[in-house]
């Protein structure tokens, strides 16, 4: 009889706990992932859904970054200035014909050191930099000049197509739809590049409450002619004239304020499949304070289509990777930004800085930063930070000010905190730092989630840390889930996603 009960009582202690464990797994009322890797997401009263931020990156993750056939070896030009040596390399890969798979080669550079007085430009297509490894090659930006180290740059603009804009029906398009509805779609067909447009409007910013900003001196209230946002897409499918995407919307469109537009668009200056590999760089300077010095290791403007992997920088005063807002579906992965010098106030240390859209940022560790990874002002997205450290921190990882759009931070671990917040007159006045911000299975020393007053909310699911006002007292809170239990399922968001494109 003893020997029944204690199996019973064996078998019922074995069942809650399961029944525990499957309680940890699937707490969140917005996202469930099926048996079979797919994913349910459940909307809200409005409609609105977690996004699908798995379309980010090196073509947007449907393609492996490749290892590109070296076409152009260099070695180390030993103790003397190795800029002419290195640009005269990168000028003749420049000149040869791409390939069919859009690459010119890799540029090898052999074991040593290669000193830098100036900048490297990069402004052809299919050029890639690389190393021999971060213990091998390494190049340093000697002398003075706040500068960049290595500049990959395009041409041009975003321009739109005369005679395609296109008004959207919906009277609300909700976060996380792939698709449209036109008043007419015939100006458009599979393949095309588009602009999603959501215009600023005045009756937005006095919702927001961003034209009345505590003003101390240098403040700006916000102007709604700055605020009108144009979202980079493909058109997948046309069915009558309702249009499908390959991303997301990432954030409400309501006719109230303004609803939104299509139109075609081409930016045919910018440069793509370009990287940089397997290297270590580093900037000289005279003491902790130094700002006269190496301030970007790697920049990315009107790129499409590039990465950064393998890479440790030392020393920059600003970011180890810096993506302007031109650029798009750049990966950024297994890299460090180690030990900045600069003095410790604003402008200065944004370790991993995404200006850009559709960008990915993996697999990275940064020490003395200020904003170790961080978007600016209407940063639009989706964008996605996965599985990146934080030590030493000296301010805030999140959106940095007015208005990023589309965030996910994923796995983010920092002794310091990530806020998503209203940060009111800071700066010039940068008022709400994003709408849309997710954050994943962070591991914080604190927090702050906050959601704007009107048009759209943020998000915290399974944060661990302390959990604070922010700077702001009064501010309507996010949607917290799970807060300080043992995680949320699934333990990757981006990786499910990813995974679950695979089911379709």
């Known amino acids: 009889m003893t020997k029944r009960i204690l199996l019973l009582s064996t078998a019922l202690f074995f069942l809650v706990s399961f029944k525990t464990i499957i309680k940890t797994l699937e707490v969140s009322k917005y996202i469930k992932v099926n048996p079979d890797g797919t994913i349910k997401y459940m909307p809200d009263d409005k409609g609105n859904t977690i996004p699908d931020f798995s379309h980010v990156g090196y073509h947007q993750g449907n393609q492996a970054i490749p290892t590109v056939a070296v076409v152009k070896t260099v070695n180390a030009n030993e103790g003397a200035d190795s800029q002419e040596l290195l640009q005269n390399a990168i000028n003749e890969v420049a000149q040869l014909p791409v390939n069919k798979d859009g690459f010119r080669g890799a540029i090898l550079l052999k074991k040593g050191i290669y000193k830098i007085a100036g900048t490297l430009h990069i402004n052809k297509s299919g050029i890639v930099l690389r190393g021999e490894g971060e213990n091998a090659t390494k190049l340093v930006a000697t002398g003075k000049g706040q500068r960049s180290l290595i500049v990959f740059s395009g041409e041009g603009a975003l321009k739109e197509i005369k005679g395609t804009r296109t008004q959207v029906k919906d009277q609300f398009v909700p976060v996380g739809t792939f698709s449209l509805t036109l008043t007419n779609a015939s100006n458009f067909k599979a393949g095309d590049n588009i602009v999603v447009y959501r215009p600023g409007t005045d009756q937005w910013i006095k919702d927001l409450k961003m034209d009345q900003i505590e003003a101390r001196e240098g403040t700006k209230q916000w102007q709604a002619k700055e605020y009108n946002l144009e979202f980079e897409r493909r058109v997948v499918k046309i069915e009558g004239n309702k249009i499908t995407l390959d991303n997301p919307m990432v954030i409400e469109m309501e006719q109230k304020y303004g609803g939104a537009e299509v139109y075609k668009a081409s930016f045919d200056g910018r440069i793509n499949e370009v990287g940089i590999e397997n290297m270590y760089l580093e900037s000289e300077y005279a003491n902790d304070t130094d700002e006269d010095h190496g301030w970007i290791a790697v920049e990315f403007n009107k790129v499409e289509n590039g990465w950064a992997r393998n890479i440790t920088t030392k020393y920059f005063g600003y970011a180890a990777v810096s993506i302007k807002p031109?650029?798009?579906?750049?990966?950024?992965?297994?890299?460090?930004?180690?030990?900045?010098?600069?003095?410790?106030?604003?402008?200065?240390?944004?370790?991993?800085?995404?200006?850009?859209?559709?960008?990915?940022?993996?697999?990275?560790?940064?020490?003395?930063?200020?904003?170790?990874?961080?978007?600016?002002?209407?940063?639009?997205?989706?964008?996605?930070?996965?599985?990146?450290?934080?030590?030493?921190?000296?301010?805030?990882?999140?959106?940095?000010?007015?208005?990023?759009?589309?965030?996910?931070?994923?796995?983010?671990?920092?002794?310091?905190e990530i806020n998503v917040q209203d940060r009111g007159n800071w700066g010039s006045g940068h008022g709400w730092a994003g709408v849309t911000q997710v954050l994943w299975n962070c591991k914080v020393k604190r927090a702050s989630v906050q959601s704007p007053w009107a048009n759209g909310q943020n998000y915290s699911f399974g944060t661990q840390g302390v959990k604070y006002e922010g700077r702001f007292k009064g501010r309507p809170d996010g949607v917290w889930e799970n807060h300080n239990q043992a995680g949320i399922n699934p333990n990757s968001l981006y990786l499910a996603q990813l995974q679950a494109r695979k089911k379709k």
Not at 370 to 393: E, I, M, S, W
Not at 395 to 413: K, S
């Open 326 to 416: 031109s650029s798009k579906q750049i990966t950024v992965k297994d890299s460090k930004c180690l030990d900045a010098k600069s003095v410790i106030t604003g402008g200065r240390r944004y370790s991993f800085n995404n200006d850009g859209q559709l960008n990915l940022f993996m697999n990275l560790e940064s020490t003395d930063a200020r904003h170790d990874y961080v978007t600016g002002a209407r940063t639009l997205g989706p964008n996605v930070f996965y599985q990146c450290k934080a030590l030493r921190t000296h301010a805030d990882i999140g959106p940095h000010h007015r208005w990023a759009v589309g965030t996910l931070y994923d796995n983010i671990q920092t002794d310091g």
